[in-house]
Nanobody, 127 residues
């Protein structure tokens, strides 16, 4: 059973920053990949970032140099983070934390490859 719980969304003005976190329950003895997926109103899902067990990371071109994904393991709980800087109105979306077992090379952000999803957290950026 894999569960994911996001936190840290909110509203911010353009140029501001937000940090999303996701508490992930996953079997860390297995190979896994975690990611951040977003969906803006009226648009399809977009893979924002993916990070695997080894720490390899991939980003969407639209967020490179502004967003930073990371993971850490504290007190036997795995956390996935997304530091979002220089936010733009086009970053407004529902952000989901997602996970899957196994790995794909090259590392892939495609939403279709993730099997487990959190409930989402809203990020709203005003101009």
């Amino acid at each position: 059973q894999v569960t994911l719980v996001e936190s840290g969304g909110g509203s911010v003005q353009a140029g501001g920053s937000l940090r999303l976190s996701c508490e992930v329950s996953v079997d860390t003895y297995r190979t896994y990949t975690m990611g951040w997926i977003r969906q803006a109103p009226g648009k399809g899902r977009e893979g924002v970032a993916a990070i695997d067990k080894d720490g390899s990371i991939t980003y969407a071109d639209s967020v490179k140099d502004r967003f930073t994904a990371s993971k850490d393991n504290a007190q036997n709980t795995l956390y996935l983070h997304l530091q979002m800087n220089n936010l733009k109105p086009e970053d407004t979306a529902m952000y989901y934390c997602a996970a899957r077992y196994g790995n794909v090379r090259p590392l892939c952000r495609s939403p279709d490859l993730f099997a487990y999803w959190g409930q989402g957290t809203q990020v709203t950026v005003s101009s």
